[in-house]
């Protein structure tokens, strides 16, 4: 490695070696606008570093490589991503490089650094979009992790949306120079984005660093505002967390309000409700952005935006990023334009055409690579899920039916998008970011559809191979995505959900239609057949069914009214239904599978338990020894009855935290005014988690949660294993993730153990 390229030093013969993104910032610092210091790995390096690995040999000459991709191969693009991505990670960087680095780094006297990846191509409008696959990564500065930092930085280019989109897009890899952009990652007290055009300038603003916003974990404060400087809107954004450095020498810790994500850079502090309705920018500040978009607009014209943050040690406003004119698409608009972002619910990027739906009763036949647009999607509207390849919706939230089912099916979704369907229109042509809910306009002419390629469930056991004592088990639904998970290293199915499995064939038919003998064979046929195909692809692997929950109006039947309620307690009015299912499942048991175990939904009362376990025991199914009969612990009741629960004879319990969060805060999941209250990482939530582990654990019966608490907020996974949760089950994505996160709180466990010996 010759040397680094400083900012303030770039000349424009230097482009190609430092990417368009920091050649963009060193034109703003070497014309006096304040822009934060760093430096440049130059393209030359990567291109070294990889020649040394023999990826070029591997790009190249393998029959399997992504140039003879077949890119409806999910199977084939995950296994050369997974392989090249692995050859950069256990390598090793040269000693000398990293010494450079940190040197340099060091005179910032930063504890943390942020590594920016910049690369540079013939296209500017493919800059923006591999640009926008490449993602930012933090690290402590010394010289472990600034070596691991860059293997990171310079694997993300083999990753399967990137060689995907390549592919896709024409490129060939040997001819993007990518360079990484170091910067010292100072704390931020607020920072937030800008868009300049034509007609105005639209601002978003958060506390604390840039990744909330970009992530798309907040909704930042919302400014729009004309060129002459004349606020026309201006909106409190939903600011619930900030992202902050972490000191160098702080202790872990588990308190209410602060969360540490993967990174040990840095931290999540959860907002305080007086900082969530206040703005983020003081009037001072928000004259200083326009003061210098003003600057910008003389010298770039309208059209630019920029990242900025205000640092927490001198009040001082930085870019940290800018997108200049000329690396922009003509008709490529900002997420902010037309006021349109959600939250993202369901990861993958994706390009496509928009089918905007205000008719809840219309369900068309949706044209190729349609990304379907509507006010809210229940659990009827699978089949047009099926046929979709992206999705919008303007209320729900991340824990809705549609949300769940996206993140099972591999849909990249976007929830809480607001006024979507008024503002987005038949026909546009769309970008959407399932990972941070940014909702783009594109030029679409020049690109094919980016298929949401990184399902990061698939192909990730290579990377889980320490055993751990606590059970990963995935939710699951629907058969389609059987056999992209059954090799996964998983303990089992946590939770088939029956409502979402038969939906395609229960659609909004009456159930009455089982009193006609021909349609009830059909449908007999139907269910045993969807339940068949778990039990054959997942045995000997347990596979925790959930039996009906009949809470949809759009399956309700005559005899059972919406006014009776869900879960159990309609097994008691009606238990046709519930005897149809169970004899269902002792006929897969019949036929040799023995790994199908029940959890009764929704339970309010012991009484319920009974008349459900007696019309089990009629069934034959309690004779069978390896049949287990669990219950749901969502329902508040649960808590203080859980005792006679066990002596009444239930055998496990698996949490629902999404009924649990909502019948304890009385929260509706679905209405927006509230979303902002049905936090899993409530205080009154997590100590009633606990309650029905530790209970459950002082019974000597096993405890599951198979709510979403654990793939929205990993984190509290920790405090799950030490008190004691047997499994853990989550979505297909987040396996990779919450593996990680159990092996870390158990290794923790290990650890504190060992030194309490020690000390002892």
């Known amino acids: 490695m010759e040397r680094l390229y400083w900012l303030n030093q770039i000349k424009h013969q230097d482009q190609s070696q430092v990417g368009d993104k920091a050649f963009n910032l060193s034109r703003l610092l070497q014309h006096g606008y304040p822009v934060a210091p760093g430096f440049v790995i130059s393209a030359d390096v990567t291109r070294d570093f990889l020649l040394n690995l023999n990826t070029e040999t591997l790009i190249t000459d393998l029959p399997y490589s992504e140039l003879h991709l077949d890119i409806n191969n999910w199977r084939q693009l995950q296994q050369v991503a997974s392989s090249l991505r692995q050859e950069i990670m256990t390598a090793n960087v040269p000693a000398a490089w990293v010494e450079v680095i940190f040197d340099a780094a060091s005179q910032w006297q930063a504890n943390c650094l942020i590594f920016r990846p910049t690369v540079a191509i013939s296209s500017k409008t493919a800059i923006e979009n591999l640009s926008g696959l490449l993602e930012s990564q933090v690290c402590w500065c010394n010289v472990t992790d600034i070596a691991a930092s860059l293997k990171r930085s310079w694997s993300q280019l083999f990753r399967a949306r990137s060689l995907l989109y390549c592919q896709q897009a024409g490129i060939d890899l040997r001819q993007v120079n990518f360079g990484i952009l170091v910067q010292p990652l100072w704390e931020a007290t607020k920072s937030g984005l800008l868009v300049a055009n034509s007609s105005g300038l639209e601002i978003q603003a958060n506390w604390g660093l840039e990744i909330a916003i970009a992530q798309g974990e907040v909704n930042g404060d919302y400014y729009k505002i004309k060129p002459d400087g004349t606020i026309l809107e201006q909106a409190l954004g939903d600011k619930i967390l900030a992202y902050k450095v972490k000191d160098c020498y702080q202790a872990s810790t588990h308190s209410d309000n602060i969360i540490e994500p993967e990174s040990s850079c840095l931290i999540t502090s959860l907002l305080d409700i007086s900082e969530q309705q206040k703005f983020a920018l003081s009037q001072d500040e928000l004259k200083e952005l326009l003061k210098l978009s003003h600057q910008l607009q003389n010298e770039l014209g309208t059209t630019f935006s920029y990242k900025w943050i205000i640092l927490k040690s001198n009040e001082t406003l930085y870019l940290t990023q800018v997108t200049l004119p000329e690396f922009t698409a003509s008709n490529s608009l900002s997420p902010l334009i037309k006021g349109i972002k959600g939250l993202g619910a369901a990861s993958g990027q994706v390009i496509g055409t928009a089918y ?150 229960i659609n909004e038919q009456n159930l009455n239609i089982l009193h ?63 005897e149809f299912e169970l004899d269902i499942l002792a006929q897969v048991y019949s036929d040799g599978f023995d790994n199908l175990r029940l959890i009764l939904p929704f339970v309010r009362s012991v009484e319920e338990f009974i008349f459900c376990r007696q019309k089990v025991e009629k069934a034959g199914l309690t004779r069978i020894s390896q049949f287990e009969l669990w219950i749901m612990a969502e329902v508040p009741s649960v808590l203080f009855m ?71 907020y990993p984190e509290i996974i920790d405090q799950l294993v030490q008190w004691g949760i047997t499994s853990i089950s989550v979505e297909p994505e987040a396996i990779l993730r919450t593996y990680r996160a159990i092996a870390r709180a158990e290794q923790r466990i290990i650890l504190e153990a060992s030194r309490q010996k020690i000390t002892d």
């Open 356 to 505: 905007v739906i205000t008719n809840f009763h219309e369900q068309p036949l949706l044209p190729k690579d349609t990304i379907l647009v509507a006010g809210s999607i229940t659990i009827d509207w699978l089949p047009l899920m099926r046929s979709c390849i992206g999705i919008i919706t303007e209320y729900g939230g991340l824990t809705s039916h549609a949300a769940i089912l996206a993140r099972e099916l591999g849909i990249p979704a976007v929830v809480n998008a607001n006024k979507a369907t008024e503002l987005i229109k038949n026909g546009d042509k769309l970008t959407i970011n399932g990972d941070n809910g940014e909702i783009k306009y594109v030029e679409f002419s020049t690109l094919s559809p980016l298929k949401n390629s990184e399902q990061s469930f698939i192909s990730q056991d290579a990377s889980m191979q320490i055993a751990t004592a606590t059970q990963l088990m995935v939710n699951l639904s629907q058969t389609n995505v059987i056999e992209q998970v059954q090799s996964l290293p998983i303990d089992g199915v946590g939770l088939l959900r029956s409502e979402l499995m038969v939906t395609s064939f």
């Open 516 to 578: 006609n003998q021909e349609r009830r064979a059909e449908f007999y046929a139907r269910w045993y057949e969807q339940i068949l195909q778990f039990a054959k692809a997942f045995t000997p692997r347990p596979i925790f069914y959930r039996s009906l929950d009949l809470h949809s109006n759009k399956i309700a039947t005559s005899s059972l009214s919406q006014s009776l309620g869900r879960g159990t307690f309609s097994y008691v009015q009606n238990s046709e239904i519930f």
């Open 642 to 712: 859980l005792p006679e629960y066990i002596k009444a004879g239930i055998q496990g319990i698996a949490i629902g935290t999404n009924d649990l969060t909502q019948l304890l805060l009385g929260v509706d999941r679905e209405l927006l005014q509230l979303k902002h209250t049905l936090d899993e990482r409530n205080p009154a939530v997590m100590r009633a988690i606990r309650q029905l582990i530790e209970t459950a654990r002082a019974y000597k019966i096993p405890c599951s949660i198979c709510g979403q608490a654990p793939v929205l």
